[in-house]
C-alpha cells in the first residue's frame, strides 16, 4: 500500500509506515497548478505521475521518483487547472488535458499531442469535466457545465452541443453519470436529476448547512429474463 498527493512545490509517494518511498518526495521545477494524477495503464503496479507546472508544461515521473524516458512534456497554450483524465479506446491510451482558456489537447502516453481541439470547453464551473467513453473515440466527448447551469459536450470529431439544462442562481456542484447518461445538480436546498434528453426525471428537497461534492455511486442490478 502506497499514498501518492502533491503539494505546490512536491510530489508525495509514502509507504504504509509513513515513510517516504525511493526517491520522493519530487522537487518539482515549477509550482504546480493542479494536483499530481497516477495511472496504471496495464494495471500492473507501474504507475505513472503526472502533474501540471506553472510553465505550462506536464511532467510524467515513475513510482521510483525519476522522469519518465521519452516523455515530449508538451507545452500547452495555457495553464492546466484541471485535473488530468485518461482513458482507453481501441486499446490504446489517451490523456485529456484542460487548460484555464479551454483548449483541449489529447495527448499520447508520450506526451505527443494526437488531437488539438479547435472548439474550447469555456467557463468550466469548478473546473471539474466529465469523460463520456464510447465504442469510437469520436463518438466519445467531453462534459463540462458553465455557472449558469448551460452543459457543453465537446465531442473528440470536434463536434460540439450546448443547452442550458439547469437554471440557478445558487453555488451548485454539476455531476455527469456516464453508466445512466444522466445529469445531476445540487444546491444546498435541492437536487435534481435529468436524463440524457436534459428532461428532469427526479428532485428532492433538501437542507444542508454545507454544500460538498456529491458522491454518485451507481447500483447494477441483474434481471433475470
Not at 28 to 34: H, R
Not at 188 to 211: G, P, V
Amino acid at each position: 500500500m502506497q499514498f501518492v498527493f502533491s503539494t505546490k512545490t512536491k510530489i508525495y509517494v509514502l509507504d504504509k509506515d509513513g515513510d517516504n518511498v525511493s526517491k520522493f518526495p519530487v522537487v518539482l521545477k515549477y509550482i504546480a497548478t493542479n494536483g499530481v494524477k497516477a495511472i496504471d495503464y496495464e494495471n500492473n503496479g507501474e504507475y505513472r505521475l503526472l502533474i501540471a507546472e506553472e510553465n505550462k508544461r506536464i511532467y510524467n515521473y515513475t513510482l521510483r521518483g525519476d522522469a519518465v524516458n521519452g516523455w515530449e512534456a508538451v507545452s500547452n497554450s495555457d495553464k492546466v487547472i484541471a485535473p488530468i483524465s485518461n482513458f482507453r479506446a481501441k486499446g490504446l491510451d489517451y490523456l485529456v488535458i484542460l487548460d484555464q482558456s479551454g483548449n483541449v489537447n489529447l495527448l499520447d502516453r508520450k506526451g505527443k499531442s494526437v488531437v488539438k481541439f479547435k472548439q474550447k470547453l469555456k467557463n468550466v464551473y469548478r473546473n471539474i469535466y466529465y469523460l463520456a467513453i464510447e465504442n469510437t473515440l469520436n463518438a466519445s466527448s467531453l462534459v463540462a457545465c458553465d455557472s449558469s447551469g448551460w452543459v457543453t459536450r465537446l465531442y473528440f470529431s470536434g463536434n460540439i452541443d450546448k443547452s442550458q439544462v439547469h437554471k440557478t442562481n445558487q453555488a451548485f456542484y454539476f455531476n455527469y453519470v456516464p453508466e445512466t447518461h444522466n445529469y445531476l445538480f445540487l444546491t444546498a436546498d435541492k437536487l435534481t436529476l435529468f436524463d440524457a434528453a436534459k428532461t428532469k426525471l427526479s428532485e428532492a428537497k433538501l437542507k444542508l448547512k454545507y454544500l460538498t461534492e456529491p458522491v454518485v455511486l451507481v447500483e447494477k442490478i441483474n434481471r433475470l429474463a
